[in-house]
């Protein structure tokens, strides 16, 4: 058996998914054709061809986007470990007005953990429709 050689360019939606940035490759894939994903400051099909050094912009957490640069190709799945080493993150440090703006939003939070309503909120609410 030969040894695998390293790629020298990959898909994009193939690497996003073995680099752990998304669930799954079909995740990966839809927010490509989305426009989500932008590759060197450009958008990005799921079908682009990606090397090492290019950089890639993802929607992240609160509505920012993330700045990746690809150090590594790899077609296969591997440890999550070791997929943190595919990239390097170079997303800007928020500024510290954004970062109390975040902090004011958690406080001032009808609810507190994950922004769904409860039970006693769903039900008010049914009632509120007549339902």
């Known amino acids: 058996m030969a040894a695998e050689r390293p ?7 193939v690497w996003l998914d073995v680099a752990c940035l998304f669930p799954t ?19 990005a099909k799921a079908h682009r061809e990606i090397r090492e050094g290019d950089r890639v912009a993802l ?3 609160g509505g920012t986007r993330r700045e990746l640069v690809v150090r590594g190709l790899a077609a296969r799945s591997i440890p999550k470990a070791e997929a ?4 390097e993150d ?6 510290p007005e954004i970062v109390e703006a975040r902090r ?4 001032l939070s009808p609810r507190g953990d994950s922004g769904r ?15």
Do not use: F
Not at 84 to 87: E, I, S
Not at 117 to 131: A, F, I, N, T
């Open 90 to 95: 170079v997303t800007p440090p928020p500024s």
């Open 25 to 43: 490759r079909s995740r990966a894939k839809a927010a490509c054709e989305g426009g989500k994903v932008d590759v060197n400051g450009a958008r």
């Open 104 to 107: 004011l939003d958690r406080l």
């Open 117 to 131: 309503p409860d039970r006693r909120e769903r039900r008010e609410r049914r009632r509120l429709k007549g339902w």
């Open 84 to 87: 943190r080493k595919l990239y």
């Open 7 to 13: 790629a020298e360019s990959l898909r994009l939606d």
């Open 59 to 61: 929607p992240g957490p």
